[in-house]
């Protein structure tokens, strides 16, 4: 079995300042990874995804992931956070032998 | 292309009555998916279809019954509604199995 653990579940920051948002997942074979977002009273939407290859992942909005397999984590971080990034986001994991895995979710709030 | 549509938007359901969830998609993916989301514990699976024809169980099926109805539609059916059941449900699709899910706006449903 897999899990997908979002260590914070609220994350403040004043605007223009620099976010990560942690995610970490148990998994014994290999994985692809995602990250979602969902604006208020909307559906999810990709940010970004890991399948293979370069272990930096840069997605939409400015935001980017690095996969870390020996730490199995795979953190999204943004260097400037705007107002309208305020948001919760949502950490995800999928291998062959089972489906997507979503985290708890971290609620982003951007502050003037 | 409206991508995935979802209906109704908001329901109020009594303890025992009983409704279907509609989900349809158009960008001609093969797989669809149906998940509940509560507070604190991210997206939780209920069904899935692999493919036209094809239904599978996910983590939480209790009390919930799917038909895929063609490739564009999948419906989920509470047969007889409980408390326990009042959350917010979301129909995804992918081109397969582990790829990017697009999802619908949400169900919002409340059982009293």
């Known amino acids: 079995a897999q899990s997908v653990t979002q260590l914070d579940s609220q994350v403040p920051v004043f605007e223009e300042a620099p976010v990560e948002l942690r995610c970490n997942y148990s998994?014994?074979?290999?994985?692809?990874l995602f990250w979602y977002v969902q604006y208020p009273n909307q559906g999810l939407q990709l940010l970004l995804k890991?399948?293979?290859?370069?272990?930096l992942v840069k997605g939409i909005n400015g935001f980017e992931a690095e996969f870390n397999k020996s730490q199995t984590s795979f953190h999204l971080r943004k260097p400037s956070v705007h107002i309208s990034d305020t948001a919760e986001y949502f950490c995800?994991?999928?291998?062959?032998?089972?489906?997507?895995?979503f985290g708890g979710g971290t609620r982003l709030m951007v502050k003037p | 292309n409206a991508g995935v549509t979802q209906t109704p938007k908001f329901q109020v359901l009594k303890t025992g009555q009983s409704m279907t969830l509609q989900c349809a998609q158009d960008?001609?993916?093969?797989?669809m998916y149906w998940y509940r989301q509560d507070p604190g514990m991210g997206l939780r699976l209920i069904y899935y279809?692999?493919?036209?024809?094809?239904?599978d169980k996910g983590e939480v099926p209790n009390g919930y019954n799917v038909s895929r109805l063609n490739k564009r539609e999948f419906s989920l059916r509470l047969e007889s509604a409980a408390p326990s059941q009042t959350s917010v449900y979301f129909c995804?699709?992918?081109?397969?199995?582990?790829?990017?899910?697009?999802f619908g706006p949400g169900t919002r449903l409340l059982v009293l």
């Open positions: 998994s014994s074979v290999s994985v692809y």
């Open positions: 995804a699709s992918s081109e397969g199995l582990g790829g990017t899910q697009y």
């Open positions: 960008m001609n993916h093969n797989s």
């Open positions: 995800a994991v999928y291998n062959a032998g089972n489906m997507l895995t």
């Open positions: 279809s692999a493919s036209e024809g094809t239904t």
């Open positions: 890991y399948l293979s290859g370069s272990t």
